[in-house]
């Protein structure tokens, strides 16, 4: 990798091969790719890292998780086990990690909206990595400004549905608030409720744990979005048990088989044209929620391969 290293430049080193400029704030100097994988003239997947935590309320920070999911990534193993596609045949193009503003969080969204649009393109899967889940508001405002309509699907532990937290329409605890102003949503896996649901906005749809094992009521609410659709995936979605390393972990989670089973006919039954993992919180000592997020990145891009196939 090719550092930019200047005498007029003091550089902040933050591992895995990304330095910040801290003369001009949040300049990214150098990045890692996904998987190792050389980026690709004619991508099929663009990844974007956004390593956004502004408005974090609780536990540790998610800034750092983008680069601790990238240097995971660099250990994935040759081919995934269920479609056995090599993923040193995927067709990526990892960007540099997007600058960060501290100007706030409705600035760093307008930052995220501007970008994303400038990237969009309905024929590739465009994935972010969080960082906090407010990234989300700014990608689907994005896409949104390329596309006339999207539905969105949430995996998340929370519903996020408060119009305000902390002083602050923008906070990680409003996303799908706000998102449910842009398009319709379904939140899937929740055990943090925020707002009863004669109180939820309209054409939110939310389901629990209890709610997923009951039946597949679940497929029948994705049949009937409409395409395209973009997919969020908050990590403490996932049982704490399999992943401690978010802000604010919920008991009775997804298991790693119910969420890429999920993902899998989301993937196979709509058009997905976006997506994201986010709220990595990395904990000192702990890999293996690193890992588990970088592979669950791979899902999503081996599953929508295979489909548009």
């Not at 930052?111 to 989300?136: M, N, S, W, Y």
């Not at 999207?150 to 990680?172: K, N, P, T």
């Not at 044209?273 to 669950?296: C, K, M, N, S, Y």
Request: charged residues 25%; proline residues 8%; negative net charge.
């Amino acid at each position: 990798m090719n550092h930019l290293l200047s005498p007029h430049r003091v550089l902040l080193p933050t591992g895995g091969g990304i330095f910040v400029d801290l003369t001009t704030p949040a300049v990214i100097i150098s990045k890692m790719s996904f998987a190792g994988i050389k980026d690709h003239d004619d991508p099929q997947v663009i990844i974007l890292p956004i390593p956004y935590g502004g408005t974090v309320s609780f536990g540790p920070s998610v800034r750092s998780g983008p680069e601790r999911i990238l240097t995971a990534s660099q250990n994935l193993e040759d081919y995934d086990e269920e479609l056995l596609i090599p993923i040193d045949q995927l067709r990526l193009q990892t960007l540099p990690p997007l600058p960060i503003t501290a100007r706030g969080p409705e600035d760093m969204v307008e930052r995220i909206a501007t970008r994303v649009a400038d990237l969009f393109d309905p024929g590739r899967l465009l994935i972010t990595i969080g960082g906090e889940h407010t990234i989300t508001i700014g990608v689907i405002r994005g896409i949104k400004r390329r596309i006339d309509r999207l539905s969105v699907i949430i995996f998340d532990g929370h519903d996020d549905l408060r119009s305000e937290y902390q002083a602050s329409g923008y906070s990680h605890a409003c996303v799908a608030r706000r998102i449910s102003e842009e398009a319709p949503v379904v939140i899937l896996g929740v055990r943090g409720i925020s707002l009863l649901p004669e109180s939820r906005p309209r054409g939110v749809e939310v389901l629990t744990p209890s709610e997923l094992r009951k039946g597949e009521r679940w497929k029948g609410i994705i049949d009937e979005l409409s395409d395209p659709v973009y997919l969020s995936i908050d990590l403490d979605v996932l049982d704490p048990a399999l992943m401690p390393a978010v802000g604010s972990p919920e008991p009775d989670g997804l298991s790693w088989h119910q969420l890429t089973t999920m993902m899998r006919y989301i993937i196979e039954k709509r058009e997905v044209v976006g997506g994201d993992v986010v709220e990595l919180a990395p904990l000192p000592g702990l890999l293996t929620p690193d890992f588990i997020a970088a592979r669950l990145i791979m899902k999503l891009i081996v599953y929508w391969v295979a489909r548009s196939r």
